[in-house]
């Protein structure tokens, strides 16, 4: 495909991302005014930061009186996640030059790194898989800036509009794409190691609990892949 082709297909594989993504924006505009930033800092952050689970806690940590030194901590330890999707999608972007790995970068979330990864894990020789990318990040990009300004100007007219349970929509669209993907037996055994994980870490602070889960996930999808290639060699 051209590079346009690639554009758009990213930008209409993200639409289902988008709608699960924008609760989470218009909440996080919502309170974000109600904390006391005025609309530029509200906006600013979306347009900065570009990290709803960062935004979230700096708008708490900030209400609270917490320093700059603990909100920066605490931010860096929630995001570390983005180490792994960089590890995992390094081999394919690490040809191209700066000027287009750091802002693609810049707008790898976890839904752009849900649909891109499934981008390159195609076997195809398209050489713009990158305008792919491009095109997915740009699209959550834009729908995160704008579901913010939503939630700031209208969220304080609809009281306790957090409570309304609208982040399920979001944790439904990470389900219908995780799901799928599971076609081997350590896949599926490193998802629910992560998912039992994740549970009974749930209370550490700093989102911690997110890491051990993740990591736990790995280490059991490692060793069974590992434990099965000698079997598979053998069969042959």
Not at 36 to 62: E, H, N, R
Not at 126 to 142: C, D, I, V
């Amino acid at each position: 495909m051209s590079r346009y082709q690639e554009f758009f297909q990213g930008l209409r594989d993200m639409l289902p991302m988008l709608l699960g993504a924008m609760p989470f924006g218009i909440i996080y505009g919502s309170l974000a005014g109600a904390a006391g930033l005025d609309a530029w800092q509200t906006i600013g952050m979306s347009v900065l930061v570009f990290a709803g689970s960062a935004q979230f806690i700096a708008v708490s940590l900030l209400t609270g009186g917490a320093t700059l030194a603990v909100l920066w901590l605490t931010t860096l330890v929630v995001n570390l996640r983005h180490a792994l999707y960089s590890a995992t999608l390094q081999p394919f972007v690490r040809h191209l030059p700066k000027r287009w790995r750091v802002p693609l970068a810049f707008w790898l979330t976890d839904e752009a790194f849900a649909v891109v990864q499934q981008r390159y894990a195609r076997n195809d020789d398209s050489p713009h898989k990158h305008w792919y990318f491009l095109g997915a990040g740009l699209a959550m990009y834009g729908n995160w800036i704008g579901c913010t300004l939503i939630g700031l100007l209208f969220g304080q007219s609809v009281p306790n509009l957090a409570a309304w349970g609208l982040d399920f929509a979001m944790i439904a669209t990470f389900v219908g794409i995780v799901v799928p993907m599971l076609r081997n037996r350590p896949q599926i055994a490193a998802a629910l190691v992560a998912a039992v994980t994740a549970l009974i870490f749930h209370d550490l602070p700093y989102k911690l609990g997110l890491l051990a889960a993740a990591f736990a996930g790995i280490v059991v999808g490692v060793a069974l892949e590992c434990h099965q290639r000698p079997l598979q060699e053998e069969l042959c």
